[in-house]
């Protein structure tokens, strides 16, 4: 069955950066894009951005430009966000999700989730 | 940046049906797939509904989906308890850059 299996909680200082990873299994990992979505307390869904695992081809939110590098280990099937000049607000559960393409939109939807990661920036 | 407007709440007893509504733009749902995610407490969200009103393999045909102009709906037919969670719905959005937008969650009580 599908999964995917993301790193352990984080504690980071203002200003530090993090890196999740989420590992997949069940299924051909370049076959899918990867979305990396995350949910601050009490916050909506926010989309971060996606890489396609097969090229390795990146969109990102605006918001996140520039703060935000999604890259991917096809050997390892694994998927990595890496969010840098953390802040208090950045606080949040983090969440990988496999992305099958909308076949005639120039987007990919998201099906599968990780469990989530929980990351907490606190000085 | 857009965002989709939901309900915060939403309630029904055991074997009623409700309707969870979802209200974007022509930007998103006007031209875009509406997708839907229930999220149990403590959880992932998990995809209920996808392309407006298709279920993926495994999701009980209790659940349906609806889009009409820039509105979409959710509606839960006999409603159980283990439906207790929260709804978000989600569109595609192509202004600026484009980007994926979500409504603000519907937290579904069964009384």
């Known amino acids: 069955q599908v999964q995917l299996v993301q790193s352990g909680a984080e504690v980071k200082k203002p200003g530090a950066s993090v890196k999740v990873s989420c590992k997949a299994s069940?299924?051909?990992?370049?076959?899918?894009?990867m979305h990396w979505v995350r949910q601050a307390p009490g916050q909506r869904l926010e989309w971060m951005g996606w890489?396609?695992?097969?090229?390795?081809?990146?969109k990102y939110s605006q918001k996140f430009q520039g703060r935000v590098t999604i890259t991917r280990d096809t050997s390892a099937s694994t998927a990595y966000m890496e969010l840098s000049s953390l802040r208090s607000e950045d606080t949040a559960v983090y969440y990988c999700?496999?992305?099958?393409?909308?076949w005639g939109r120039g987007y990919y939807y998201m099906d599968v989730w990780g469990k989530g990661t929980t990351v907490t920036v606190s000085s | 940046q857009s965002v989709l407007t939901q309900p915060p709440s939403a309630s029904g007893t055991p074997g009623q049906r409700v309707t969870i509504s979802c209200s974007g733009s022509?930007?998103?749902?006007?031209?875009?797939?509406v997708y839907w995610y229930q999220q149990l407490p403590g959880t992932a969200p998990k995809l209920l509904i996808y392309?407006?009103?298709q279920r993926p393999s495994g999701v009980p045909d209790r659940f349906s989906g609806s889009k009409s102009g820039t509105s979409a709906s959710l509606a839960i037919s006999g409603l159980r308890s283990e439906d207790e969670a929260d709804y978000y719905c989600?569109?595609?959005?192509?202004?600026?850059?484009?980007?994926?937008?979500f409504g603000g969650g519907t937290k579904l009580t069964v009384l």
């Open positions: 069940g299924y051909t990992f370049t076959s899918y894009a």
């Open positions: 999700a496999r992305a099958p393409k909308e």
């Open positions: 890489i396609n695992a097969g090229n390795g081809n990146t």
């Open positions: 392309r407006n009103n």
């Open positions: 022509s930007s998103n749902i006007g031209s875009n797939y």
């Open positions: 989600a569109a595609w959005d192509d202004s600026l850059s484009g980007s994926w937008v």
